[in-house]
C-alpha cells in the first residue's frame, strides 16, 4: 500500500455548487487536492453510506452527477468512464467527492470506491478494514487509499445537524487521532462523527499504526468538522 490522503466528504469544495462560500474553503481545497496528487494512479475509496457497494472505475457505476446538489457536473471514476455513453447513476456523497478530486487531482488516476453502511458497528468495519489491508498488499502494482469522511455536524448553532455543546471535544479526538496517526482512538470513535465507519475502516487498514501522518487541514467553517491529512502505512 503506498500513500493514504484523508479528506472530507464535503460538496461546498466544488466551486460550482460552493457559490460565494466557494472562496472560503480555497484553503481546505488545495490542501484536499495536494493530498491526493501524492497518491499512486491506482485508487481505493473509502467511504460511508446507507449501504455497502462497490463503484467503478469502470462500467455502468462509474460516472456520477451532483445534480441533486444543484449542478449537473459530471464526474468519473477512471479517465475511460462514460466512453459509452453511460448515462450518470445515483453515488454517494463520497463517491462524488471522490470523482470530482481525482478529476482536480489525477484525472488519469483509476478509483474504486468502497461504501460502507453507516450503521456497522466498530469490530465489523475494523475487520473489513484488515480484509482490505490483505488484499492490497496482495496487488501486483502500487494502491493508494482515499478516506472521504467528515467529523461532527453539530459544531456551532447554524450546524447542518444542530448544536451539541458536547461535539467539539469529540471533533478535537478525532481531529487529534487523525494528526497522531493513533489508530487505537479512531476505534474508539462514537456515533455523532459523520464518517466513523470510514475511519474505522482506515483504523483496520493500518493497525498498529501508519510510519508517519502529517495534518493538511483542520477545521469547521459551517459546523461540520473538515480534516485533511497524508499518512504513510
Known amino acids: 500500500m503506498s500513500a493514504i490522503a484523508i479528506v472530507p ?11 460565494a462560500a466557494s472562496a472560503e474553503v480555497a484553503d481546505l481545497r488545495a490542501e484536499v487536492l495536494a493530498a491526493a496528487a501524492l497518491l499512486p494512479p491506482r485508487w481505493i475509496v473509502i467511504g460511508t453510506g446507507g449501504r455497502d457497494d462497490v463503484l467503478g472505475p469502470t462500467g455502468p457505476n462509474s ?19 462514460g466512453e459509452r455513453a453511460e448515462l450518470p447513476v445515483e453515488f454517494p456523497v463520497c463517491a462524488l467527492l471522490a470523482g470530482w478530486v481525482r478529476g482536480q487531482a489525477q484525472p488519469e488516476a483509476n478509483a474504486q470506491v468502497r461504501v460502507y453502511r453507516s450503521d ?42 444542530g448544536y451539541d455543546p458536547g461535539a467539539a471535544d469529540v471533533q478535537l479526538a478525532l481531529d487529534d487521532a487523525l494528526a497522531n496517526g493513533d489508530v487505537a482512538a479512531l476505534t474508539r470513535l462514537p456515533g455523532q462523527i459523520l464518517g466513523r465507519v470510514a475511519f ?12 508517519t501522518a502529517k495534518e493538511l487541514y483542520r477545521g469547521a467553517p459551517y459546523g461540520v468538522g473538515y480534516f485533511a491529512a497524508v499518512w504513510q502505512p
Not at 466528504?9 to 457559490?19: F, H, R, Y
Request: glycine share 14%.
Open 9 to 19: 466528504s464535503a460538496p461546498v469544495l466544488v466551486p460550482e455548487l460552493g457559490g
Open 63 to 81: 460516472v456520477g452527477t451532483f445534480a441533486g446538489f444543484g449542478a449537473d457536473l459530471r464526474v468519473r471514476l477512471s479517465p475511460r468512464a
Open 200 to 211: 474505522q475502516v482506515l483504523a483496520g487498514l493500518t493497525e498498529p499504526g501508519p510510519r
Open 120 to 161: 456497522h458497528d466498530a469490530d465489523t468495519v475494523l475487520a473489513r478494514g484488515r480484509q482490505l489491508r490483505a488484499e492490497i498488499d496482495e496487488a501486483p502494482d502500487p494502491i493508494g487509499v482515499l478516506v472521504v469522511a467528515d467529523g461532527a455536524n453539530t459544531l456551532t448553532p447554524t450546524a447542518p445537524g
